[in-house]
């Protein structure tokens, strides 16, 4: 069963963490140029719709990551609980 309240707070912490790379990456000055035309390109093309997935594969990825490690940390703690 998904715990909403799990969910939401791993959906805040993958803003958080995207917000803190991408200032880092801004600060750093890698390849965020790069990053910022190849998805300005797909865009202009008329191919916006391929950014958008990406971007929301991405988030998903993240916050399910963070999900699954709150679903363990949840376990762990009741089974120690438990004993």
Request: glycine share 2%; hydrophobic share 60%; proline share 0%.
């Amino acid at each position: 069963m998904i715990n909403l309240h799990q969910l939401k707070i791993s959906f805040d912490l993958t803003w958080l963490l995207i917000i803190f790379k991408l200032i880092y990456a801004v600060y750093q000055k890698q390849q965020i140029l790069t990053l910022f035309s190849t998805a300005w390109l797909l865009i202009s093309s008329g191919n916006w719709l391929v950014v958008c997935l990406l971007i929301m594969w991405y988030l998903s990825w993240i916050t399910l990551t963070f999900y699954l490690f709150f679903r363990i940390l949840n376990f762990l703690f009741r089974l120690i609980i438990k004993d």
